[in-house]
């Protein structure tokens, strides 16, 4: 088993190895602006700043992109395309295949929605003129309604008010068609069901400025912000519109699309069965997988697409607001270092916020693109990370590895007294465990559930590695302090192991003491040298025996997460288009295996265990220790994730931000603060007889153990990140635990 776990941990450091070479090939960056920074441009109807100017200070800032989201009627209104003559009638003023695409769109969602031509007579507002004459003029027909006093009146961009009819009616009642005074408009009306509910949906790509962006050397992305008040039956047919637009202007125009983003916080994905999904693979185009959206149906249309796919980041203005600019930019960098950000979607200040101006913003921006190059990242158009995958055969192994991991501490749980014939079902059976997960693993994505199979393999490793550290290399420094029958049991077998080696031959320490007692029968050489430990304090070598411990533990656990991000080793995972499941259970399970381990060891087989724990007598102390252990359990859970049920203090926050500006691959808490220098305390304090030391050692010891692990764990990280934040947790954890282990030592005076 050790032979084929050592052989698995070789895979997985090549694995990593060729992880590393997919992923630092890839360090181009893109800025996409918001297109509603360019407001007031020359297209936009006018503004201090010409367009031209602000495209070229935005090329020169390094953006590369406009982030565009499609107009709604509201934004034709005031762009001055449409006039609204009722909440439910729109006169095209602009030009009129502006009007005929926003029918169209309309018109694909919603049943009842009508294009038509109607005739306009305007009257000069506070002239002599004749008044508008005091009837309908079949407006009726349009609206589904009489209006107001019988007339539909409002205001045309040159200041006349306006009446109209229908063209049809005009033309029946006898109107003079040459009348100088009268135009005919084209018109689109909704049913009255949508009202003004249909007033904010994007609808409409704006076509001229796209070209605007493109001939100025700007590609467009398009932002597929899914409303939150439109039917969840109607996203398919949702995302068919504005697909169909970008085929239909791709087509016409010639425009080259930047990734198509999805920013929205909960929606539902295209699926690669539908249209939408059909268009975007019929034209090449790739995804922008904007961070923590909530939407189904992302696996298979990355699939259907071959993971073109750049990872998004964007913060809203809402967020953007108290962050002010150092925040955002260290934000935004910290996306681009720590998760695979390729691409940054800058979203203006909210309206009333002074830095929304583009004079205030633009700095932002020249800052920002200083950031990313001096943290050695180019900018540009990104590009998505190839294909990756790690060989099937290496996988087989890599399974292997973990399942012989696991037999190896389930070797701890055999009872010591078992026979050969249950040791010797124990190996067989291990061995078809092995056999049955390479087989699973070799086979590939032939066979069902392939995925989830190695999903549950990675969880498997995440529950055995840190145990299993914790029990091959830190548990064994303690077995010769005060009290450390109380994890290892009175046994003579277990007493035996403690001072043997898996040969049977005594170590090192047991043959000074058979020298010096004269005798190389085990159970003296047992007594005198648990005895010689106990008067020594362990004084000599103990603190060397914790060092070494941590360190051959922490590299078992990073073996081990190496062999699980192996497993988990393709451009899905590396993406997060899928992720590693069972975070929680990786993060509690490891605990609970060593409380069942502990019970074994005092209680000679599980039976007894239960039985001893289920007669036990409950005092109000044990109640009390129960509910504090239960409560540090529930907080580590709660604090866990990128967004934790319990929110993190500004000061935790703060010291977060100084460690990731100093060290870039930010060490853990848990590891350097907690874990690591915790462990070294207790074994001070163990060796001077305090009770419970010994375990609460091995406890917060296995805590650092679970943390290293489950760093690896976060798959969409650059593993070189994650190997230096480990190396630092552990540099730090080491010099933490030679400080409390002195003071520990000073205090109790050993």
């Known amino acids: 088993m050790v032979v084929l776990l050592v052989v698995a941990m070789a895979a997985g450091i090549w694995a990593a190895w060729t992880r590393y070479q997919f992923e630092k090939n890839n360090r181009r960056v893109e800025m996409a602006v918001d297109a509603r920074l360019l407001a007031g441009s020359d297209f936009a109807g006018g503004g201090s700043v010409p367009a031209a100017a602000k495209l070229v200070a935005l090329q020169e800032a390094g953006c590369t992109a406009v982030a565009v989201t499609p107009l709604s009627l509201n934004d034709l209104e005031r762009k001055g395309e449409i006039v609204s003559l009722t909440p439910l009638v729109y006169i095209v003023t602009g030009d009129e295949e502006t009007g005929r695409q926003m029918y169209t769109a309309l018109s694909s969602l919603f049943a009842g929605v009508e294009f038509k031509n109607i005739r306009v007579r305007a009257y000069p507002l506070g002239g002599a003129g004749d008044e508008p004459p005091a009837k309908s003029f079949g407006v009726e027909k349009l609206t589904g309604g009489t209006l107001p006093g019988g007339l539909s009146t409002g205001q045309l961009p040159g200041g006349d008010c306006f009446v109209v009819n229908s063209a049809e009616d005009g033309a029946r009642d006898g109107e003079n068609n040459d009348d100088p005074h009268t135009a005919t408009y084209a018109s689109f009306s909704l049913p009255e069901h949508l009202g003004p509910a249909v007033k904010d949906l994007p609808l409409l790509f704006p076509r001229e400025e796209l070209l605007t962006w493109e001939r100025a050397g700007l590609r467009s992305v398009p932002l597929f912000s899914y409303p939150a008040r439109l039917a969840p039956q109607l996203s398919e047919k949702y995302w068919?519109?504005?697909?169909?637009?970008?085929?239909?202007?791709?087509?016409?125009?010639?425009?080259?699309?930047?990734?198509?983003?999805?920013?929205?916080?909960?929606?539902?994905?295209?699926?690669?069965?539908?249209?939408?999904?059909?268009?975007?693979?019929?034209?090449?185009?790739?995804?922008?997988?904007?961070e923590f959206t909530q939407g189904a149906g992302l696996q298979g249309l990355a699939a259907a697409l071959d993971y073109r796919l750049l990872r998004a980041h964007q913060i809203p203005g809402a967020e953007l607001a108290p962050l002010g600019e150092l925040g955002a930019r260290e934000r935004f960098l910290r996306a681009v270092q720590e998760r695979k950000i390729r691409l940054l979607l800058l979203q203006p200040y909210p309206e009333f916020d002074p830095r929304s101006t583009w004079a205030a913003y633009l700095p932002f921006v020249q800052n920002l693109s200083q950031d990313l190059q001096a943290a050695g990242f180019a900018l540009g158009e990104a590009s998505p990370f190839p294909p990756f995958n790690i060989p099937a055969a290496v996988q087989a192994l890599l399974g292997a590895g973990v399942a012989a991991a696991a037999l190896l501490l389930a070797g701890a749980f055999l009872e010591p007294q078992a026979n050969k014939n249950v040791k010797k079902l124990f190996s067989s059976a291990g061995v078809l465990l092995i056999l049955a997960v390479a087989g699973f693993l070799l086979a590939g994505e032939r066979l069902p559930f392939y995925i989830l199979g190695r999903q549950l393999a990675a969880l498997t490793a995440a529950l055995v590695f840190p145990l299993l550290s914790v029990v091959f290399f830190m548990d064994p420094p303690l077995w010769g302090l005060p009290g450390a029958g109380q994890n290892r049991g009175e046994t003579k077998e277990n007493t035996e192991k403690a001072i043997n080696t898996v040969e049977g031959e005594l170590t090192a320490d047991a043959k000074e003491v058979a020298r010096i007692v004269g005798t190389k029968n085990k159970r003296d050489v047992q007594l005198q040298y648990k005895e010689s430990q106990r008067d020594k304090g362990n004084k000599d070598g103990l603190l060397w025996k914790l060092s070494r411990g941590l360190l051959l533990a922490s590299l078992l656990t990073t073996g081990g997460a190496l062999l699980a991000a192996g497993l988990l080793g393709n451009t899905a995972f590396l993406l997060k288009v899928e992720s590693f499941r069972g975070v929680k259970i990786a993060q509690a399970g490891p605990f609970l295996l060593f409380g069942l381990l502990f019970l074994l060891q005092n209680s000679r087989g599980l039976l007894r265990a239960g039985r001893s724990f289920w007669e036990a007598h409950i005092k109000v102390k044990h109640l009390v220790v129960l509910a504090l252990a239960g409560g540090v359990l529930l907080i580590y859970l709660v604090r866990g994730g990128n967004i934790p049920v319990l929110p993190v203090s500004s000061l935790e926050l703060a010291l977060r931000r100084k460690l990731e500006l100093f060290f870039v691959a930010r060490p853990r808490f848990k590891e350097f603060l907690i874990g690591h220098p915790c462990y070294f305390l207790l074994a001070a304090l163990a060796a001077r007889r305090l009770h419970g030391a010994k375990v609460l050692a091995l406890l917060l010891g296995l805590l650092g153990q679970i943390s290293l692990f489950n760093t690896f764990m976060h798959l969409h990280r650059p593993l070189s990140l994650s190997l230096w934040g480990t190396a630092y947790g552990i540099v730090l954890g080491l010099l933490g635990g030679l400080l409390f282990y002195t003071l520990a030592r000073k205090v109790t005076g050993g």
């Open 240 to 290: 068919e519109v504005l697909a169909r637009q970008l085929q239909e202007i791709g087509r016409e125009e010639g425009l080259a699309w930047g990734p198509v983003a999805f920013p929205a916080a909960s929606f539902t994905y295209p699926s690669p069965q539908g249209a939408a999904g059909r268009i975007l693979q019929a034209g090449g185009l790739t995804i922008g997988d904007v």
